[in-house]
């Protein structure tokens, strides 16, 4: 064997173990999601998420909400957590969903945010065993993931990762644009390459656009505290809709269904931000109140928001 050939073995092995198995929301959509959360924040929240944040992360969730996916592959059970999978319906069930490729039941997206959830819920109370610290950057991750409507994708094309298509004419897979093509686009075309400029064009149309839609963001039906049960079935309906709508394999895919598909996404990415701050506000609260939510004394994010707009005048 010859050095070429060793060389290019070397090559393929590193090709193959840095392919990035494209699941996740890119850096960016997680970033947008962790910032929007960070300014609806209660107090509390903020104290705990500071205290909870490793060093490395400087004071800021957003730096470290990509962590997730950089240990797939160190912490290989935590692959599944990243998404579901339905038999090919436009719907999605816990029971019949929620589950990796060994039948294990729980190990999905919703399982994994409500498992976060539990174990960040044990705060500042005894010692629970688990670190708390990889528990809330896995539920900051989570809560990102489950809001990408082809992480809510069909079994048969793996939430559209093997649908081969054209991002205008850059080869790619459905999954990928809407992880990553979708957000890099918008950006350019719109956002002069900033992503600050994108993250504030949303929280615009948080507070205006969208502001009578945020009490149903936070609220569903049932006592749980998550509602990460309808996020998963409002991605499977988007999926259906926007995402694979007038798609085949090797289509290309350009202004139209970049324009169309567009305020589906930016609106994915305020709803998550949105309720990953209730969601860490509820639990935050919830650790100094023995487990019951108290309606009067937690602020839902539409007051912060209200909060927010009075001191800025
Ligand atoms: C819950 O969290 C623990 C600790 O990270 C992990 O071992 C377990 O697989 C998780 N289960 C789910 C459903 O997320
Ligand atoms: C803001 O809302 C308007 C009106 O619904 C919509 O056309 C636009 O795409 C939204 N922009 C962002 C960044 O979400
Ligand atoms: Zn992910």
């Known amino acids: 064997m010859g050095l070429p050939v060793i060389l290019l073995r070397i090559f393929l092995l590193l090709a193959i173990t840095m ?7 890119g850096k960016e959509g997680h970033f947008m999601v962790c910032k929007i959360a960070e300014n609806y924040f209660s107090d509390r929240t903020s104290t705990a ?45 816990y029971s019949r969903d929620c589950h990796n490729a060994k039948g294990e039941k729980d190990m999905c997206v919703v399982g994994a945010i409500n498992n976060y959830t539990t174990q960040l819920q044990s705060y ?31 079994q048969v094309d793996e939430g559209g990762n093997t649908i081969i298509v054209h991002w205008y004419r850059r080869k790619t897979n459905l999954h990928h644009v809407w992880d990553v093509n979708m957000i890099e686009t918008a950006m350019k075309d719109f956002y002069n390459n900033d992503l600050n400029s994108m993250i504030e064009a949303i929280q615009m149309n948080i507070t205006e656009t969208w502001a009578g839609e945020i009490h149903q963001w936070e609220t569903c039906r049932g006592r749980s505290v998550t509602c990460a049960d309808k996020f998963a079935s409002e991605s499977i309906q988007l999926a259906c809709d926007y995402a694979y709508q007038d798609v085949e394999e090797d289509s290309t895919l350009e202004d139209d269904y970049f324009y169309s598909r567009l305020p589906v996404l930016e609106k994915r990415i305020a709803q998550a931000g949105v309720r990953l701050a209730t969601i860490l506000n509820r639990i935050f609260y919830d650790s100094s109140a023995s487990g019951n939510l108290n309606d009067l004394l937690l602020k839902s994010v539409v007051e912060i928001i209200e909060a927010n707009t009075i001191s800025a005048k």
């Open 49 to 93: 998420v500071s205290e909870l944040l490793p060093a490395d992360a400087g004071g800021d969730l957003a730096s470290v909400c990509s962590w997730a996916d950089e240990v797939r592959f160190r912490y290989r059970w935590s692959s599944p957590l990243h998404y579901i999978n339905t038999p090919g319906v436009c719907n999605y069930k």
């Open 19 to 25: 392919v990035p198995i494209s699941d996740a929301w």
């Open 124 to 154: 500042g109370g005894d010692s629970s065993g688990y670190d708390l610290s990889e528990s809330l950057l896995f539920l900051a991750h989570f809560v990102g993931d489950v809001h990408q409507p082809l992480h809510v994708g069909f």
